[in-house]
Each structure stands twice: as C-alpha cells, then as structure tokens.
C-alpha cells in the first residue's frame, strides 16, 4: 500500500556490521506494525511486531522501533549474518470492508544485502 | 509450526485458459488471503475471506474470483489468464481478529 514506505529500496551491509532499516507510515491511526522477511523462492516470514503502545521491542538480534511522532518505524538486526540477506516488509494494520478479517498494508520492501 | 501450502511452486499457463491456484493451511485459521507480488509494487491484496463461503475483494480483484468451500481451502480462479497476471502469487492465512499473518511459499505464475 502507498501509505507505507521504505526510504530505500536496496541496503548494503558488511557482515558483522549492524543493519538498520526503515520505514514510513502515514496512517496515524494504525495501531500495529509487523515486520517480515522474505528470502528469495520464499514467502514473507514473520520477524517481529510492536504496537502502538510501545516505542521498543527486542527480538533474537533484532530490535523494532517505532517513532510515533515522525510515524517512523526501523528495524536493526544486529552483527548481520549472510542469512539474513533478503527483502524486508515493513506492514501495518489496514481496516478491511467486510467483518471478520483483520488486514495488513504492506510496504514495498527492501532488499537488504550483505557484503562479505 | 503453522503451515500454509500452495499447490504448485511454477506454474506456465497460455493466455485464455482457467487457472485454478489452491491453498491450504493446518492452523484452523479462520482469515484466508490471497495477494500478489511484482517487483516494485510490493504485495497487493487479491481477495480475502473470513470464513467458508465468505469473500470479500481486496484492491485489485479484476480478472480473478476465489472460492472458499472448506476452512482449510482457499482457491484463486484466473478465469481467463491474461499475460498481465503473469506474477508471483501468494497465500496467506490468520486467526479471527488478529494481524499476523502466515505465509506460503508462493507460486510463480507465468502466462504466455
């Protein structure tokens, strides 16, 4: 969806280094954020997820940040692997007509690539 | 573990024939969604359902129907392929009432 963004579309990391990357979101109102990764013949994988209620959660070497104020969100993976190379999505959550379903807007991703 | 199985990983299909792409998942997930990848655009819902025989269009519904005859099942129709649906095709599935969503592995869709 157009209301979420990532700032660059291609990211290049030295292994070992820390990755950060990040992503906009124009709905104020959106109340949670998920993260996913996707590896290349795969499909999306779940990595992390924060609401709006919180400005930081940590995971297994990643951390979410959410920056209400500027309506950012980043997230860092720490001592980047070459398994983490991937495209990441950031999303948030979307109002769906119909009842029942929950839904998501996804950002267009980022491909995070990691030099050796 | 959930998991959400599509039924073919590659897929080539000539312009004008019906398609039918399944996907099933073992979770008892009541949402099912079906959407779209192509580079640059990101993922781009299709159509979703909330429950059997329910289904609602997401953003770009035209040139597709779905059909939802068990929970488990959900099935996307191209009733008549086109080149421009040639894409990678992605399912996904999640519980009542809650954002995370499970995702298949994807099926890459090529109409000539």
């Known amino acids: 969806g157009e209301s979420v963004g990532l700032h660059l579309p291609t990211l290049s990391v030295q292994e070992g280094d820390n990755s950060i990357i990040n992503c906009a979101y124009s709905n104020s109102a959106s109340d949670y954020f998920i993260w996913y990764k996707q590896e290349s013949g795969k499909g999306p994988q779940f990595i992390i997820d924060i609401r709006s209620n919180m400005d930081k959660r940590q995971g297994q070497r990643v951390t979410v940040l959410l920056n209400k104020t500027v309506k950012h969100l980043s997230l860092q993976i720490a001592a980047t692997q070459p398994g983490d190379s991937a495209v990441y999505f950031c999303a948030e959550d979307s109002p769906l007509s119909g009842g029942g379903a929950d839904g998501l807007t996804f950002g267009k991703g980022t491909h995070l690539i990691i030099q050796p | 573990d959930v998991k959400v199985t599509q039924s073919s990983r590659y897929l080539v299909k000539r312009t004008g024939e019906k398609v039918f792409l399944e996907c099933v998942q073992d979770?008892?997930?009541?949402?099912m969604f079906w959407y779209r990848q192509d580079p640059g655009l990101g993922l781009r819902l299709i159509y979703f359902?909330?429950?059997?025989?329910?289904?609602e269009k997401g953003d770009i519904p035209e040139g597709y129907s779905v059909s939802r005859e068990k929970k488990e099942r959900f099935s996307l129709i191209l009733e008549s392929a086109s080149t421009n649906q040639t894409s990678m095709y992605l399912c996904?599935?999640?519980?009542?009432?809650?954002?995370?969503?499970?995702f298949g592995p994807g099926t890459r869709l090529t109409v000539t």
């Open positions: 996904a599935s999640s519980f009542l009432n809650t954002y995370e969503q499970y």
């Open positions: 979770m008892d997930h009541e949402n």
């Open positions: 359902s909330y429950d059997v025989k329910m289904k």
